[in-house]
């Protein structure tokens, strides 16, 4: 169950990135996170803290509730 919704959670992220047309390079620059650390983020690898999906919600120009919508939906559950 958790590594589905570390996956879920970081295929969401790249989703959304992607359609933004923003590069792994760039997000991380907005998150003030390291490149690499996206990357694993969005294969599943990483288990993410409460504080860095905040950047990234707030990267992406949601807020943190509207960002696990869109994992919700795009996992099924």
């Known amino acids: 169950m958790q590594k589905d919704l570390m996956f879920a959670f970081g295929q969401t992220v790249r989703r959304i990135r992607l359609s ?8 991380a620059d907005m998150c003030d996170l390291h490149r690499t650390y996206i990357s694993d983020v969005e294969l599943g690898k990483r288990n993410v803290s409460l504080e860095n999906i905040g950047k990234m919600a ?20």
Do not use: H, R
């Not at 707030?58 to 559950?77: C, H, P, R, T």
């Open 20 to 27: 933004m047309d923003i590069s792994q390079e760039k997000f």
């Open 58 to 77: 707030s990267a992406l120009n949601m807020n943190i509730s509207e960002l696990f919508q869109e994992v919700e939906s795009d996992a099924g559950v």
